[in-house]
């Protein structure tokens, strides 16, 4: 079990827009930034977003990052089949003297 | 362009060790943190140790505190992971990931490394 927990599942239609949480505690999320990565089929981890809501060059604006408290979420967008993946959080979390990265959200564009 | 390149991996016994590396190559690698993230089979990343740019400071998952060892040539622009006293629960696909200045999450990633621990 991650200490950041994701939703194992998530889906939208083409087009549509949907949201992806990251819930953790004040050891982490509360106290450091958030990154986002992307993972499709048989390849490596992206960066989409760092430092909470930044994106790194080459990463479209339907990507975005949000953090409330404890919180953090990944937004998408205008979706797209390709957009089809799973999506990590993840953070430093100072009690620990560790990264975390939560337990991955499977999106799955309909 | 940045490149990340992971060698090293295969099948090992349990008990047994081995020694992956990673090859930097398109930035300055001695002035970047470093992470090794694994995955396992099916399964979602997990982060193994991280060391900064001048091996002053390491830390570990507690999954393999006391086996592991995470240390870097900044001559050779080179990242390695040794890793003692293997478990089957070690068999994953091994990443290198350089962190980037700001929050040192993981902007660039080499293509892995298959390490399976199984007799």
């Known amino acids: 079990q991650s200490v950041l927990t994701q939703p194992p599942s998530v889906s939208a239609a083409p087009g549509q827009k949907v949201t992806i949480s990251c819930s953790g505690s004040?050891?982490?999320?509360?106290?450091?930034?958030v990154s986002w990565y992307q993972q499709l089929p048989g390849t490596a981890p992206k960066l989409l977003i760092y430092?909470?809501?930044k994106r790194p060059s080459g990463i479209p604006d339907r990507f975005s990052g949000s953090k409330s408290g404890t919180s953090a979420t990944l937004g998408i967008t205008g979706l797209q089949t390709g957009d089809g993946a799973y999506y990590y959080c993840g953070t430093w979390d100072i009690s620990l003297s560790a990264w975390l990265f939560g337990g991955g959200t499977k999106l799955t564009v309909l | 362009q940045v490149q990340l390149v992971e060698s090293g991996g295969g099948v090992v016994q349990p008990g047994r060790s081995l020694r992956l590396s990673c090859v930097a190559s398109g930035f300055t690698f001695s002035t970047h943190v470093m992470h090794w993230v694994r995955q396992a089979p099916g399964k979602g990343l997990e982060w193994v140790a991280l060391?900064?740019?001048?091996?002053?400071?390491?830390y570990y998952a507690d999954s393999v505190k006391g086996r592991f060892t995470i240390s870097r040539d900044n001559s050779k622009n080179t990242l390695f992971l040794q890793m003692d006293s293997l478990r089957a629960e070690d068999t994953a696909v091994y990443y290198c990931?350089?962190?980037?200045?700001?929050?040192?999450?993981?902007?660039?990633w080499g293509q892995g490394t298959l390490v399976t621990v199984s007799s």
């Open positions: 430092e909470d809501n």
């Open positions: 060391i900064w740019h001048d091996e002053t400071n390491k």
């Open positions: 004040t050891s982490n999320i509360g106290n450091n930034f």
């Open positions: 990931a350089r962190a980037n200045y700001y929050d040192t999450s993981a902007d660039y």
